[in-house]
């Protein structure tokens, strides 16, 4: 076969510096469009980008070319970069090192885009930190609480 086929469906979440609930609806759309821009300016294919003031979801079909860990390091630097020259918050702003992703099939998707593109009334019955303990349960992640977000919900 002289071709690759794939659709691989990623859904990563990450966050503000020390959890900061720093991302506030001023630029809040601005700055999940830029996100998008910079997952579809590199060979990934957006689904869906929202989040809060303390926390971004971006879902996309990852290009298989591409590392997970490169193309969030390239979102992440990117974005900071952006909200720093647009000097939307006092101070530097950066993200934490670390993030969660997690794989959905195909017929999941509507589902996992539903979620994300709601995230305001999402988080009015369900804490972020309750959130993400629910995705890495229902995935079957070990972590060490150690490395975990700081949690200010």
């Known amino acids: 076969m002289d071709n ?4 691989i469906n990623i859904h990563a979440i990450f966050a503000p510096y020390k959890r900061e609930n720093i991302i506030l609806k001023e630029y809040r759309s601005e700055l999940f469009k830029y996100i998008k821009g910079i997952l579809n300016n590199n060979k990934q294919y957006s689904l869906a980008v929202n989040g809060c003031k303390g926390h971004v979801h971006i879902f996309f079909e990852i290009h298989p070319t591409t590392s997970l860990s490169d193309i969030l390091r390239i979102v992440k630097t990117n974005s900071s970069k952006w909200i720093n020259q647009n000097r939307f918050v006092k101070g530097k702003f950066e993200w934490q090192d670390g993030y969660g992703a997690f794989s959905y099939f195909y017929s999941q998707r509507d589902d996992v885009i539903k979620c994300i593109m709601n995230q305001e009334d999402h988080h009015k019955k369900r ?10 349960e229902r995935f079957q992640i070990e972590f060490d609480d150690h490395y975990m977000f700081k949690f200010y919900d």
Do not use: K, V
């Open 4 to 7: 690759t086929y794939t659709q």
């Open 127 to 136: 804490t972020f930190s309750e959130e993400y303990f629910d995705l890495l």
